[in-house]
């Protein structure tokens, strides 16, 4: 009886324990953000992107090379005008299939206090296309806005 007891304790224990990593790794898979902006129409896979954002300011946000290859580096860049901008993050989600975590950081250009860059790399979708959402997480050092695209790869 006390065997059962102590097996049926490690169990629940080991189910709190892993309840706790879960919600703690939870904000990792989905980016967190005051303020969301609606999907934008803009196809980054055809053209660069932009947004206005919530202070007034504009995001001009590329991709290259185009269209977007899967599994080669692409140059990401992000350029700002009327806002004050400390950090840019740029999350990529499969629309319709969860593809991992991909989160790259994007640095600040030497010399230009408003524009970012970075690379990334996507993974292969075993279907051939795949719809992509890519996030831009932009902190302001007042709030941290999202500003999504999509965008295709393998046509």
Do not use: H
Request: glycine fraction near 8%; charged fraction near 20%; aromatic fraction near 6%.
């Amino acid at each position: 009886m006390t065997k059962n007891l102590l097996l049926d304790a490690a169990i629940l224990l080991g189910l709190a324990a892993l309840g706790v990593v879960v919600y703690k790794l939870a904000p990792l898979l989905n980016p967190r953000a005051d303020i969301a902006l609606p999907l934008s129409s803009c196809d980054l896979g055809q053209q660069t992107c932009m947004a206005t954002l919530p202070d007034g300011g504009q995001l001009e946000f590329s991709i290259e090379p185009r269209p977007i290859p899967a599994l080669k580096p692409l140059q990401l860049q992000a350029t700002f005008t009327g806002s004050d901008v400390r950090k840019v993050e740029v999350d990529f989600a499969g629309s319709e299939m969860k593809m991992g975590y991909n989160r790259p950081l994007l640095k600040r250009q030497a010399g230009a206090n408003s524009r970012f860059s970075g690379q990334a790399s996507l993974p292969v979708c075993i279907t051939g296309t795949m719809e992509w959402d890519a996030t831009v997480i932009v902190d302001t050092g007042k709030a941290s806005v999202a500003v999504p695209f999509r965008f295709v790869t393998g046509r």
